[in-house]
């Protein structure tokens, strides 16, 4: 079986993670991935969680690819990326706008190295325009996408998406953006510059409410809006945990009202009426789910083929037997932490799946080796640029 | 890649994708987001709905009524068409009606099939048997075919077929469970997040699939539950757990080591997220804020310091902001090379001077609701641009563009077969509108 990207030698120069998530993605799928850090590393090695002073966050978003050090400061350093780059297809960073510019590898000088190539940048606001110089994380990009007005309950502030997910959106978008001009160039021998700004791959996903509130006639506050209809999808409270019951037709409502042990509520026009009848009906429904296991209700309210959720933790997830079924954890060996059973497919492709190559790189791992298969490099010259301070 | 047909195609096939045709069955968000991207990065979509039962973005029955903002257009008269759900999330598409039960609608399906790049869809994983339309059954009409199929748990495992949508699949993929306040319970997102994540992820996967039949001739079955995809994105909390036994807590607005790391609320009732990420920015912050003193406090002394008197520091940051207009802080803490920014609804959005420096938003003419603004596209190429050029489809509005141009059907065919509710734009007959 040959992997998609069998083919495709990417150069990695991002940092934290949106970046380093588009490009493991890319080596999952079998390119050659280069991480190159700078000579202090990539300071994604210090998110948690930190096992023995190694990342596991690092470890999971950096797998499939190997790593250098190269210092883009030093003229010879620069030399080397753009003499690294004329071996590559893609290359991947997280710069703030016209940093690689100033060092020489820029897309313009990238070009010329290795005509066709793919340059991919994600970063906050994109490359162009007056924020692109602004500083942004993924709380800042909650805030200015909407999405942060629209999480979270009335009264209270607004919501940022848990943990990483502006980056991780932003770093889906990138790999969408750049397998897309991989398989432009394939056909037309062009690469190109692809811009992602983490702010618009999370506006992206606020369309439905951006259009929304066009076609609508108040623009009611996000979060006060979202409490009257949630008083049993919340999720709210089950015996075990929390549970979630969406139920979008009116025969979901009544086998789910019935199930519940509410059969005086399994009528059609309490169905249609739900949300203006919250405060007599929340009370009653709730309390009937607080009786219930959410697997016990789960299962049995899937068996009426009506939708529901349980809300599973992390601990959950590693315990499920649907999870466990798929096979979606992977065991790889990492260094220093072992044995881990990481997320693995974000999809499963029949000819071409997903698959961990190897684990992450220890810091400049892979120096030599890459110095010597790419640029022929022999170990005296690769002594002498260390000791000047261009590789690490 | 398959001839570009007859129906007017402007600019919006210019991007990357530009040649290839999908021909979807997808409907909701996480499906058709999934296949608006691929028409908004170039490729020729087909989107095909039931003729008989509604795509429930377009609010799942003919009788929908027009939304209130839109009643004193008199172009807007039927709700199906002037949906905001379905409305934002089919750019760039064309809308073909079928009747896939009856077995005239299933036959032309499986003309169409040949004439495709990727097929799509998103529903419960035993319908597309239930049609024939399995990806074996594919193979037979297309050997090559590519076939993404988008379902809330996957193509096998004990809840395969068990119905899901955004709203629990967010609780099933663990990210409720990290959604919310710290003192709080877990929380779903705003709304149904889980389905453009599930979307991008099938966008990419498709594109995969296009590059490896491109090299190989071979063609390939995409499994994509939207629960993985979905647990991709809490990979951090998911190898805490695996490598620490320890399950995260929700955290607000709370970062797991950076403080000040918080939304706070601004004098003008607005509110301003500000995150300080190092000892300079620390610094800075200290400096813009006017508030020298904290920077020798020894309670903020590091920033490990800062996070184990977070609540302090909160109340003493929101001292601050209550005093200042969200606007005035944007632009000192930005200025001062923070990061930082008010938090916008969408009247905010609509204006941000960076999306509209970048075009990202964009204005479409729609027969129904008139010219209103879209999100675009939101990846840039440089030398393929894509474009949002199409606005959504009226149901089956290229119903007849589509048959007569790709399959050569007469008009009397064509007429024949709305007739008997298989094809054809608007309600169907016997419908009520």
Same mark, same amino acid.
Request: glycine fraction near 10%; include cysteine; hydrophobic fraction near 40%.
């Given at each position: 079986?040959?992997?998609?990207?069998?083919?495709?030698?990417?150069?990695?120069?991002?940092?934290?993670?949106?970046?380093?998530?588009?490009?493991?993605?890319?080596?999952?799928?079998?390119a050659?991935?280069?991480?190159?850090?700078?000579?202090?590393?990539?300071?994604?090695?210090?998110?948690?969680?930190?096992?023995?002073?190694?990342s596991?966050?690092?470890?999971?978003?950096?797998? *499939?690819?190997?790593?250098?050090?190269? $210092?883009?400061d030093?003229?010879?350093? =620069?030399?080397?990326?753009?003499?690294?780059?004329r071996?590559?297809?893609?290359?991947?960073?997280?710069f703030?706008? +016209?940093?690689l510019?100033?060092?020489?590898?820029?897309?313009?000088?990238?070009?010329?190295?290795?005509?066709?190539?793919?340059?991919?940048?994600?970063?906050?606001?994109?490359?162009?325009?007056?924020?692109?110089?602004?500083?942004? $994380?993924?709380?800042?990009?909650?805030?200015?996408?909407?999405w942060?007005?629209m999480?979270?309950?009335?009264?209270?502030?607004?919501?940022?998406?848990?943990?990483?997910?502006?980056?991780f959106?932003?770093?889906?978008?990138?790999?969408?953006?750049?397998?897309?001009?991989?398989?432009?160039r394939?056909?037309?021998?062009?690469?190109?510059h692809v811009?992602?700004?983490?702010?618009?791959?999370?506006?992206e996903i606020?369309?439905?409410?951006?259009? /929304?509130?066009?076609?609508? *006639?108040?623009?009611?506050?996000?979060?006060?809006?979202?409490?009257?209809?949630d008083?049993?999808?919340?999720?709210?409270?089950?015996?075990d945990?929390?549970?979630?019951l969406?139920?979008?037709?009116?025969?979901?409502?009544? *086998?789910?009202? $019935?199930?519940?042990?509410?059969?005086?509520?399994?009528?059609?026009?309490i169905?249609?009426?739900?949300?203006?009848?919250?405060?007599?009906?929340?009370?009653?429904? =709730? /309390?009937?789910?607080? =009786?219930r296991?959410?697997?016990?209700?789960?299962?049995?309210?899937?068996?009426?083929?009506?939708?529901?959720?349980?809300? @599973?933790?992390?601990?959950? @997830?590693?315990a499920n037997?649907?999870i466990?079924?798929?096979?979606?954890?992977?065991?790889?060996?990492?260094?220093?932490?072992?044995?881990?059973?990481?997320?693995?497919?974000?999809?499963?492709?029949?000819?071409?799946?997903?698959?961990? =190559?190897r684990?992450?790189?220890?810091?400049?791992?892979h120096?030599?080796?890459?110095?010597?298969? @790419?640029?022929? @490099? +022999?170990?005296?010259?690769?002594?002498e640029?260390r000791?000047? +301070?261009?590789?690490? | 890649?398959t001839?570009?047909?007859?129906?007017?195609?402007p600019e919006?096939?210019?991007?990357?994708?530009?040649?290839?045709?999908?021909?979807?069955?997808?409907?909701?968000?996480?499906?058709?987001f999934?296949? #608006?991207?691929?028409?908004?990065?170039?490729?020729?979509?087909?989107q095909?709905?039931?003729?008989?039962?509604l795509?429930?973005?377009?609010g799942?029955?003919f009788?929908?009524?027009?939304?209130?903002g839109?009643r004193?257009?008199?172009?807007?008269v039927?709700?199906?068409?002037?949906?905001?759900?379905?409305?934002?999330?089919?750019?760039?598409?064309?809308?073909?009606?079928?009747?896939?039960?009856?077995?005239? &609608?299933?036959?032309?399906?499986?003309?169409?099939?040949?004439?495709?790049d990727?097929?799509?869809?998103?529903?419960?994983?035993?319908?597309?048997g239930?049609?024939?339309?399995?990806?074996?059954?594919?193979?037979?009409?297309?050997? %090559?075919?590519?076939?993404?199929?988008?379902?809330?748990?996957?193509g096998?495992?004990?809840?395969?077929n068990?119905?899901?949508?955004g &709203?629990?699949i #967010?609780p099933?993929?663990?990210?409720?469970?990290l959604? !919310?306040y710290? %003192?709080?319970?877990?929380m779903?997102?705003g709304?149904?997040?889980?389905?453009?994540v599930?979307?991008?992820?099938?966008?990419a996967?498709?594109?995969?699939?296009?590059?490896?039949?491109?090299?190989?001739?071979?063609?390939?079955?995409?499994?994509?539950?939207?629960?993985?995809?979905?647990?991709?994105?809490?990979?951090?909390?998911?190898?805490?757990?695996?490598?620490?036994?320890?399950?995260?807590?929700?955290?607000?607005?709370?970062?797991?080591t950076?403080?000040?790391?918080?939304?706070?609320?601004?004098?003008d009732?607005?509110?301003?997220?500000?995150?300080?990420?190092?000892?300079?920015?620390?610094?800075?912050?200290?400096?813009?804020? !006017?508030?020298?003193?904290w920077?020798?406090?020894?309670?903020?002394?590091?920033?490990?310091?800062?996070?184990?008197?977070?609540?302090?520091?909160?109340?003493?940051?929101?001292?601050?902001?209550?005093?200042?207009?969200?606007?005035?802080?944007?632009?000192?803490?930005?200025?001062?090379g923070?990061?930082? &920014?008010?938090?916008l !609804?969408v009247? !905010?959005?609509?204006?941000n001077?960076q999306?509209?420096?970048r075009d990202?938003?964009?204005e479409?003419?729609?027969?129904?609701?008139?010219?209103?603004?879209?999100?675009?596209?939101?990846v840039r190429?440089s030398?393929?641009? &894509?474009?949002?050029?199409?606005?959504?489809?009226?149901?089956g509005?290229?119903?007849?563009?589509?048959?007569?141009?790709l399959?050569?059907?007469?008009?009397? #065919?064509? %007429?024949?077969?709305?007739?008997?509710g298989?094809?054809?734009?608007?309600?169907?007959?016997?419908?009520?509108?």
């Open positions: 079986m040959t992997a998609v990207l069998s083919d495709i030698r990417v150069l990695d120069l991002s940092i934290d993670v949106a970046g380093p998530f588009c490009a493991r993605l890319l080596g999952d799928f079998g050659d991935v280069i991480k190159v850090e700078p000579l202090d590393g990539d300071p994604g090695r210090n998110l948690e969680p930190v096992v023995e002073g190694v596991g966050f690092f470890s999971y978003l950096n797998s *499939d690819k190997r790593s250098i050090a190269v $210092n883009l030093s003229t010879q350093g =620069q030399a080397l990326m753009r003499g690294l780059a071996q590559a297809d893609i290359v991947v960073e997280s703030t706008p +016209g940093y510019d100033e060092r020489r590898a820029g897309y313009d000088l990238l070009e010329a190295a290795r005509p066709g190539i793919i340059l991919t940048s994600i970063t906050p606001f994109g490359q162009t325009g007056p924020w692109r110089h602004r500083p942004g $994380n993924d709380l800042t990009a909650y805030a200015l996408s909407g942060a007005d999480n979270g309950q009335a009264g209270k502030p607004p919501l940022k998406g848990s943990g990483s997910q502006a980056s959106v932003g770093g889906i978008a990138g790999f969408l953006g750049t397998v897309s001009a991989l398989f432009y394939d056909q037309h021998d062009v690469g190109q811009d992602v700004s983490i702010l618009e791959a999370l506006t606020y369309g439905p409410r951006f259009l /929304g509130a066009q076609h609508a *006639d108040a623009n009611a506050e996000a979060r006060a809006t979202r409490d009257r209809q008083f049993i999808s919340g999720p709210v409270p089950c015996k945990g929390y549970f979630a969406t139920l979008s037709r009116a025969h979901f409502w009544r *086998d789910a009202m $019935n199930e519940l042990g509410l059969p005086e509520l399994a009528r059609d026009d169905f249609w009426n739900r949300v203006s009848m919250r405060d007599e009906l929340a009370g009653k429904v =709730q /309390g009937a789910i607080a =009786q296991d959410k697997y016990e209700l789960f299962e049995r309210i899937s068996m009426l083929r009506a939708v529901s959720g349980m809300v @599973l933790s992390t601990e959950e @997830l590693y037997p649907h466990q079924e798929r096979g979606f954890f992977v065991e790889v060996e990492q260094p220093v932490l072992g044995r881990v059973a990481m997320p693995g497919a974000p999809f499963k492709m029949s000819a071409t799946p997903f698959e961990y =190559q684990p992450a790189p220890r810091f400049a791992q120096t030599d080796e890459v110095l010597r298969e @790419l640029l022929g @490099l +022999g170990p005296d010259s690769i002594a640029l000791a000047a +301070g261009d590789v690490g | 890649m001839d570009a047909a007859g129906y007017p195609k919006a096939h210019r991007g990357p994708l530009k040649g290839v045709r999908a021909i979807v069955l997808t409907q909701a968000w996480a499906g058709t999934c296949t #608006e991207l691929l028409g908004l990065l170039g490729a020729e979509v087909i095909v709905e039931a003729r008989q039962r795509d429930s973005w377009r799942g029955n009788k929908a009524q027009v939304p209130g839109l004193d257009r008199p172009t807007a039927h709700g199906y068409n002037t949906n905001a759900l379905y409305n934002s999330v089919n750019l760039n598409k064309y809308c073909l009606t079928l009747n896939l039960s009856d077995p005239r &609608g299933l036959d032309i399906f499986k003309r169409l099939v040949p004439l495709s990727v097929i799509a869809e998103n529903f419960s994983p035993r319908v597309m239930n049609f024939g339309l399995d990806y074996a059954s594919l193979t037979k009409i297309k050997p %090559d075919a590519i076939l993404i199929s988008l379902s809330a748990y996957g096998s495992g004990p809840y395969t068990v119905p899901g949508i &709203g629990t #967010e099933m993929s663990g990210m409720s469970s959604l !919310g710290e %003192d709080g319970p877990p779903n997102s709304q149904m997040y889980p389905d453009p599930a979307g991008y992820f099938g966008a996967a498709a594109v995969l699939a296009l590059r490896h039949r491109a090299r190989t001739g071979e063609g390939q079955f995409i499994d994509l539950s939207m629960q993985e995809a979905n647990m991709t994105f809490i990979g951090d909390a998911l190898m805490e757990f695996a490598l620490k036994g320890s399950v995260r807590p929700r955290m607000g607005n709370h970062h797991l950076q403080a000040p790391h918080n939304i706070y609320r601004c004098a009732g607005q509110w301003i997220a500000i995150a300080v990420r190092s000892e300079a920015e620390w610094e800075r912050f200290c400096d813009a804020s !006017g508030h020298a003193g920077g020798s406090d020894e309670r903020y002394l590091d920033n490990g310091a800062r996070k184990r008197n977070e609540a302090a520091l909160d109340v003493d940051v929101e001292a601050w902001t209550s005093t200042q207009t969200a606007d005035d802080l944007e632009a000192k803490l930005t200025a001062a923070l990061a930082a &920014g008010k938090v !609804g009247g !905010g959005v609509r204006t001077p999306l509209r420096d990202f938003i964009v479409l003419d729609h027969p129904e609701t008139g010219r209103l603004e879209y999100v675009g596209v939101p190429f030398e393929t641009p &894509g474009a949002a050029t199409l606005p959504p489809p009226l149901h509005q290229h119903s007849w563009e589509v048959l007569s141009t399959l050569e059907m007469t008009r009397d #065919e064509y %007429d024949a077969l709305e007739a008997d298989i094809t054809g734009a608007g309600a169907p007959p016997g419908y009520e509108e």
